[in-house]
T-cell receptor, first 112, second 110 residues
């Protein structure tokens, strides 16, 4: 079946540095991918919709300059958390759809 | 009001029990409905889609009531391996966005 691969699965970084997370659709092309964030014991919250070849669409309250999204090809979207701070520590998950949504394995980001 | 609401639980049930989860959604234009399962520190995985006529997959039955904007999931003969968080997901056909409920935690006890 279709698979979405996300990398890295976990990362620890220092406050003020930037972290890039990759999301790949392995056996299908995805013109649209979605990025979610999940804090402990909370729901997945949609951050932005990544559109191949055009700008991402951000949800209300999500800073586009802080969470940079690039969707340069039909199989790859990247999310860069710039100048990360401890409050950005969370579980970040990407998703791509065929008939159903498939999710990447998630990236657990810890900012120290 | 949240777009998708679920009772967070936890529901602690003995093996073999039948348990039901409910979910309500606020957007009457929603077109697609799903139940996802999420294990601790893992990504969500599709359990089943939910259709207006109701659908069943083995021990799992999902129902949709559009008039009441209500979705349910019934699990019969619970297994220890059913322990997880069950996420109600709603999507509208225009945006393809998935809106997740907070999830309902289930713990099946031996």
């Amino acid at each position: 079946g279709a698979v979405v691969s996300q990398h890295p699965s976990w990362v620890i970084c220092k406050s003020g540095t930037s972290v890039k997370i990759e999301c790949r659709s392995l056996d299908f092309q995805a013109t649209t991918m979605f990025w979610y964030r999940q804090f402990p014991k909370q729901s997945l919250m949609l951050m932005a919709t990544s559109n191949e070849g055009s700008k991402a669409t951000y949800e209300q309250g999500v800073e586009k300059d802080k969470f940079l999204i690039n969707h340069a090809s039909l199989t790859l979207s990247t999310l860069t958390v710039t100048s990360a701070h401890p409050e950005d520590s969370s579980f970040y998950i990407c998703s791509a759809r065929q008939e159903e949504a498939f999710f990447g394995q998630g990236t657990r980001l810890t900012v120290v | 009001r949240k777009e998708v609401e679920q009772d967070p639980g936890p529901f602690n049930v003995p093996e073999g029990a039948t348990v039901a989860f409910n979910c309500t959604y606020s957007n009457s234009a929603s077109q697609s409905f799903f139940w996802y399962r999420q294990d601790c520190r893992k990504e969500p995985k599709l359990l089943m889609s939910v259709y207006s006529s109701g659908n069943e997959d083995g021990r799992f039955t999902a129902q949709l009531n559009r008039a009441s904007q209500y979705i349910s999931l019934l699990i019969r003969d619970s297994k220890l391996s059913d322990s997880a968080t069950y996420l109600c997901v709603v999507s509208d056909s225009g945006t393809y966005k998935y809106i997740f409920g907070t999830g309902t935690r289930l713990k099946v006890l031996a």
